[in-house]
């Protein structure tokens, strides 16, 4: 959860369903106690809420749940087959409840992940290093993490240094369970759990040099491929905390009294010891509020009905936080770009060429800003009519941190000036552009250092951003001069 929630992965934070799921599981194939139907029910109620928290967790934990299944059936048939023969038909009954309810909720929502109207197709992320199991390293491995990881992590929210790996137990935990698992043998479950861990371990280690890994077998499998396999911990953590309780259960079992719960806990200071010494000093983690620009919090919810924002900065530059503006607002109106696969450049189709001028206006590192060339407006303007985009807002917000105002809201306002050839009305402390689909006219005409010129002289010395109309008027002036200029010449 803490790794998860590091790179702002909310989908891999919320695992709260996977104990439920283990519990109804474990109540149809082994205790069998209640109805095999309504149990059923429940997972299948289970499975379909996780789906929607993140189908890729319940992907691996399905591939883990066929695998444990054969082998415990394996298991029965050659050691335990009366006992095998007694728990077969509630299992069957309960499992098959269970996977009829979640295809008959699941069949449209499936169907629309992967071929709907905006289904992504292929590797999702082709540029995630998968890393593995046992060292503190982080989920971008120390190979590759450079000086830029640390401005990309507090894009989502977190300003401390590298966290240790979402797969990481400690070998202090892993020397517990190793010695809990010896002294404790006689206990089948603690073999299943151990199984299960081992597992998890397993196809959590990603790709070696010239070394085979058993998570390769999902490399060419369709939407399988697309596993980021260290997640397999996430169930791997949860076997490793049933295999602790169940040593712990069983030290109190033989030492009721005060040794019991004296035991107890230094076999769980010492389990845990490794991985509090690397998660610990980054914690608490600081939460900040989300602050909306004055115009999303004024102007935004009384928009009317079918309006596309493109939003400054635009969610798909790397700065994410418009897209929490518009959850704010309980989407009140679309905008274009996300975050996420789906808003990357190699994704945007015809489009590219503007996204790639919007990203580098609200976020672009190591690169000179867009200068405004004829190029550089016709792609933006395309761009906008592939996204159907009705208003431009460019909005400022002084008291939100500076990786939540973009690259420069001001040189934005005259570029986007430039590209539309109008100028825009300010409002709300922002600058805005309406009815942009209607719009004819075209982008002006401009030199070269206009745009950083007309900014410069709006925003002085003080560099303070604030939405009147200098920068786009003095944008709006030079180009109605070169257009003279053009006419003269011709």
């Not at 008959?104 to 992940?113: G, N, R, T």
């Not at 509090?276 to 000093?281: E, G, I, K, Q, Y």
């Not at 909306?292 to 935004?300: E, Q, S």
């Not at 405004?372 to 985009?389: C, I, M, N, Y």
């Amino acid at each position: 959860m803490l790794t998860s929630l590091e790179f702002a992965h909310l989908m891999t934070a919320a695992l709260m369903l996977l104990p439920l799921i283990l519990a109804v599981l474990d109540e149809i194939l082994i205790r069998q106690r209640h109805s095999a139907l309504w149990s059923g029910v429940a997972l299948g109620v289970l499975v379909f809420g996780q789906f929607f928290l993140s189908s890729e967790i319940l992907a691996l934990s399905a591939i883990l749940v066929v695998i444990s299944l054969v082998v415990l059936v394996i298991f029965g048939a050659v050691f335990r087959q009366d006992e095998l023969r007694r728990l077969a038909p509630h299992a069957a009954k309960g499992l098959g409840a269970g996977l009829a309810v979640s295809v008959v909720l699941l069949a449209w929502p499936v169907w629309f992940a992967l071929d709907g109207p905006a289904h992504l197709s292929g590797l999702v992320w082709k540029n995630v290093a998968a890393i593995g199991g046992v060292r503190p390293e982080g989920f971008v491995s120390s190979a590759t993490y450079n000086r830029g990881a640390s401005l990309y992590l507090s894009l989502g929210g977190y300003e401390g240094t590298l966290l240790g790996s979402s797969a990481y137990l400690g070998w202090t935990f892993i020397g517990v369970l190793v010695a809990g698992a010896a002294v404790f043998w006689r206990d089948k479950k603690i073999w299943f759990f151990g199984f299960l861990l081992v597992l998890c371990g397993a196809l959590s280690v990603g790709p070696r040099h010239g070394e085979w890994v058993p998570s390769q077998i999902f490399d060419r499998l369709p939407v399988l491929q697309n596993l980021i396999v260290q997640r397999f911990m996430a169930v791997g953590f949860l076997a490793a905390a049933v295999l602790l309780a169940l040593m712990l259960f069983h030290l109190h079992e033989r030492l009721p009294d005060w040794r019991g719960w004296l035991g107890s806990l230094v076999v769980v200071g010492v389990a845990l010891s490794q991985m509090v010494s690397v998660f610990a000093p980054e914690l608490p983690f600081t939460m900040r509020p989300v602050l909306l620009p004055r115009w999303y919090t004024t102007v935004a919810p009384n928009l009317p009905p079918g309006r596309v924002l493109l939003s400054y900065p635009a969610p798909f530059s790397g700065i994410q936080v418009a897209m929490s503006w518009q959850a704010v607002n309980v989407m009140h109106y679309s905008q274009a770009g996300g975050g996420g696969p789906q808003g990357v450049a190699s994704r945007a189709g015809s489009a590219e060429p503007g996204f790639r001028v919007l990203t580098n206006l609200g976020f672009g590192v190591d690169i000179a800003p867009s200068a405004g060339t004829p190029a550089e407006f016709a792609a933006v303007r395309h761009a906008l009519d592939v996204w159907k985009v009705t208003t431009v807002v460019i909005a400022t917000n002084p008291d939100a941190p500076p990786l939540q105002q973009g690259r420069d809201p001001t040189y934005a306002a005259a570029f986007m000036t430039g590209a539309l050839g109008r100028l825009p009305t300010v409002q709300a402390g922002a600058w805005v552009w309406n009815d942009v689909q209607s719009d004819t006219r075209l982008p002006l005409d401009l030199a070269r250092d206009t745009i950083a010129t007309c900014v410069a002289r709006a925003e002085g010395r003080s560099g303070r951003v604030v939405a009147n109309l200098k920068a786009p008027s003095c944008v709006g002036l030079h180009g109605i001069a070169n257009f003279g200029t053009a006419v003269g010449a011709s």
